[in-house]
């Protein structure tokens, strides 16, 4: 004990000392530690210094391993009130149009979070349901959202490439494939039953195919950029991996 007063606070008496810088502090700027009771500067600082716990593929792991999925599924939801209770030249603004796209380059990732029918979106949330959050847990917040929107970007340009100039698409299916597509590629790399993806991947190709007015380009451009992605994350792992061994 101590009568002197808080460094922090002159005008309160202090109750204790730092552990750590040995200066007085009073109840306020009293931090719980392993060993007695640290001023916030100190506790800080061995906050700071605590090396952050990492996923399986390199990512910071957080608390919530889900957040990034479930913001994205209400942000196709909000578009999707918005385009159906707003007026009409929400949609118009947000699909992509290929011949557009110079001139308007957002419709390359708006076009990914905009839906007119229930079954479209139902799908493509039901699909990023169920493969967004173990992605998040393996990937980290910071990866999933690169894999998701740059998934998305290349449904998009590959629609932009590909496509009939004056066509218009939307829809989230461009990211999902990237999700399947890098979920192929980390699953084959771990040695884990791909059969279902497999199956999953050649059902939507002939689904976009034999289903008018589906995108074959946006699933195609999608997937492509998604499993290179996770090749390039399992080859940043790897790498971080053999480092950390030889050192």
Not at 124 to 143: I, V, Y
Not at 158 to 177: D, E, N, Q, Y
Not at 199 to 214: E, H, K, R
Not at 228 to 240: D, R, T, V, Y
């Amino acid at each position: 004990m101590t009568d002197t007063v808080c460094y922090r606070h002159p005008d309160r008496p202090a109750g204790v000392r730092c552990q750590r810088c040995d200066r007085p502090i009073c109840p306020s700027c009293m931090n719980s530690a392993a060993v007695g009771f640290q001023c916030p500067n100190c506790f800080n600082e061995g906050v700071r210094s605590v090396p952050r716990t990492r996923t399986s593929l390199g990512g910071i792991q957080r608390a919530n391993q889900s957040i990034v999925t479930y913001t994205i599924m209400a942000l196709n939801v909000l578009v999707f009130i918005a385009v159906h209770v707003g007026s009409p030249r929400i949609l118009q603004d947000l699909v992509m149009v290929p011949v557009l796209t110079e001139s308007e380059p957002w419709r390359l990732l708006t076009s990914a979070f905009t839906h007119v029918q229930i079954f479209h979106i139902f799908s493509n949330l039901f699909m990023l349901w169920q493969l967004g959050p173990p992605l998040e847990h393996m990937l980290g917040r910071l990866r999933f959202t690169v894999l998701y929107l740059l998934s998305a970007l290349g449904g998009s340009i590959a629609v932009w490439l590909l496509a009939a100039p004056g066509s218009a698409t939307l829809g989230a299916s461009g990211a999902v494939l990237g999700l399947v597509g890098a979920l192929l590629v980390i699953s084959r790399a771990r040695g884990l039953d791909i059969t279902w993806i497999i199956a999953y991947v050649a059902i939507t190709a002939v689904l976009s195919f034999a289903i008018p007015n589906v995108s074959w380009q946006g699933h195609l451009g999608g997937f492509i950029v998604g499993a290179a992605l996770a090749w390039i994350f399992l080859q940043l792992s790897n790498h971080k991996r053999r480092n950390k061994q030889a050192a």
